[in-house]
């Protein structure tokens, strides 16, 4: 008899101190990921998992059908695409009766929800707590010099001061330290040369941001400094702040469709 029940998954994760409260038993689940799949990982993994297509034809089925998903998005329609239903609409002020889309106050913005399928086989999959990662860098806020603002906006090309705990940036040659930009929408990666980085303590830092497209990243801190200014861990500890950071609009000009 066939077995219908979906096949059950798990995420594995290590508990870090949460910084961001002032209790001492409050913990953050940070998960550790196995691999950054592309569409190409997924048509490659598909066709090899006897599927009657090749990942050539997947991935050229793929674009068609992104292709048009976003041509109906981008006419008003709800889509559901992938794991989640999208939509679109208008965010900022509108005032007076008559008021009109004004692109210096008004952008276009995308929601995106988990289907109903989704949310449901979420619920079916294990959690597992690895241990507790102690001594983990962590970022607690960052201001964005240039215009003031406080774990949100930041100005590429300005400067970014931040606070936190075990922040200095250490390591033996060779090894990937220092502060790294995440873009949101497709996991690129973009280094901050140590040569911009003016500030290096272990609760303060400061930094050049780099020349960033229009969108919204992750921060995320890598070291090997240790308890003491002399010592370092064996391994880099990287760890990332938890709050989204907005270069620009956000969605960048070639994301977001032109509005007359």
């Not at 962590?138 to 606070?163: F, H, M, P, S």
């Not at 090997?224 to 200014?229: D, E, V």
């Not at 760890?239 to 007359?260: K, M, Q, W």
């Amino acid at each position: 008899m066939a077995n219908n029940e979906p096949k059950k998954r798990s995420i594995i994760g290590n508990l870090t101190p949460n910084k961001m409260t002032e209790r001492e038993d409050d913990f953050t689940f940070n998960t550790i990921y196995v691999a950054n799949r592309t569409i190409k990982d997924l048509c490659r993994l598909a066709a090899a998992n006897k599927s009657k297509f090749s990942a050539t034809e997947l991935e050229s089925a793929y674009n068609d059908l992104y292709a048009q998903a976003k041509e109906e998005l981008y006419s008003a329609s709800t889509v559901e695409f992938g794991f989640s239903n999208n939509s679109l609409s208008a965010d900022g002020p509108f005032i007076g009766p008559e008021a009109k889309f004004n692109p210096e106050v008004n952008h276009v913005v995308l929601h995106s929800s988990p289907r109903a399928e989704i949310r449901d086989e979420m619920k079916t999959i294990d959690v597992i707590v690895n241990k507790v990662e102690e001594g983990m860098p962590t970022i607690i806020k960052v201001t964005d010099v240039v215009t003031g603002a406080i774990n949100g906006k930041i100005t590429a090309g300005g400067n970014l001061n931040g606070e936190g705990k075990r922040v200095r940036i250490a390591g033996e040659e060779g090894k990937p330290v220092g502060f790294f930009f995440i873009a949101e929408k497709d996991d690129t990666e973009t280094a901050v040369p140590m040569t911009s980085v003016s500030r290096n303590e272990p609760t303060h830092f400061s930094f050049t941001i780099p020349a960033l497209a229009d969108g919204k990243y992750y921060l995320e801190i890598a070291t090997q400094a240790g308890s003491n200014s002399k010592t370092l861990v064996k391994e880099v500890r990287r760890s990332r702040f938890p709050y989204v950071l907005t270069v620009g609009a956000g969605g960048g000009e070639d994301d977001r469709p032109v509005i007359e």
